[in-house]
T-cell receptor, first 115, second 112 residues
Framework: DAGVIQSPRHEVTEMGQEVTLRCKPISGHNSLFWYRQTMMRGLELLIY????????DSGMPEDRFSAKMPNASFSTLKIQPSEPRDSAVYFC?????????????FGEGSRLTVL | QQQVKQSPQSLIVQKGGISIINCAYE??????FPWYQQFPGKGPALLIAIRPDVSEKKEGRFTISFNKSAKQFSLHIMDSQPGDSATYFC???????????FGTGTRLKVLA
């Protein structure tokens, strides 16, 4: 069974450009999370979807960030316009449980570098 | 009240030694405490988890010790191997919340 699939694995872009990160969760999982990982701040939860509905986006840093989940098998995280401080590894994770105690399955991440 | 404090930040252990990583939480409503292991270039993966109704859980060389009264839990890696070199994150969740609160991570290096 395939795990969480993220693309692209690496993205280098220039400040001001739009960045779109993609995620395919594990089939049958009803919860999807986007995390950002940096050395300074560790793993930060950006947004949480349950059954394709955004439940909590309080971790989204600014209006430049947006996320969508049009169906159960696809989600995107978009940054527009991108800034150098957005450089980080972005992880998508999915879970079978919506109650908070299910195992989180992480993708391999998308490493974003904004010049 | 949502923090999980993890220490040490980094750890170097000789092959065959014991690695110990500690975490402390504040929210007494948490009822699920997983440890995640992350290798360079990979996403975190669940290593072992415990619920507060037990004080210890062992899986192979990995043991979680849980102290509910002190609100602390720790990961012990027995007979540490170079292949255990990774970053370890503790986390806490539950009590009706979907949010995992992650510790800041411990970078473990096991010397051959």
């Amino acid at each position: 069974d395939a795990g969480v699939i993220q693309s692209p694995r690496h993205e280098v872009t220039e400040m001001g450009q739009e960045v779109t990160l993609r995620c395919k969760p594990i089939s049958g999982h009803n919860s999807l999370f986007w995390y950002r990982q940096t050395m300074m701040r560790g793993l930060e939860l950006l947004i949480y979807f349950n059954n394709n509905v955004p439940i909590d986006d309080s971790g989204m840093p600014e209006d430049r960030f947006s996320a969508k989940m049009p169906n159960a098998s696809f989600s995107t995280l978009k940054i527009q316009p991108s800034e150098p401080r957005d450089s980080a590894v972005y992880f998508c994770a999915s879970s079978r449980s919506s109650g908070g105690t299910g195992e989180l399955f992480f993708g391999e991440g998308s490493r974003l570098t904004v010049l | 009240q949502q923090q999980v404090k993890q220490s040490p930040q980094s750890l170097i252990v000789q092959k065959g030694g014991i690695s110990i990583i500690n975490c402390a939480y504040e929210n007494t409503a948490f009822d699920y405490f997983p440890w995640y292991q992350q290798f360079p270039g990979k996403g975190p993966a669940l290593l072992i988890a415990i619920r507060p109704d037990v004080s210890e859980k062992k899986e192979g060389r990995f043991t979680i010790s849980f102290n509910k009264s002190a609100k602390q839990f720790s990961l012990h890696i027995m007979d540490s191997q170079p292949g255990d070199s990774a970053t370890y994150f503790c986390a806490a969740t539950g009590g009706g919340t979907y949010k995992y609160i992650f510790g800041t991570g411990t970078r473990l290096k096991v010397l051959a």
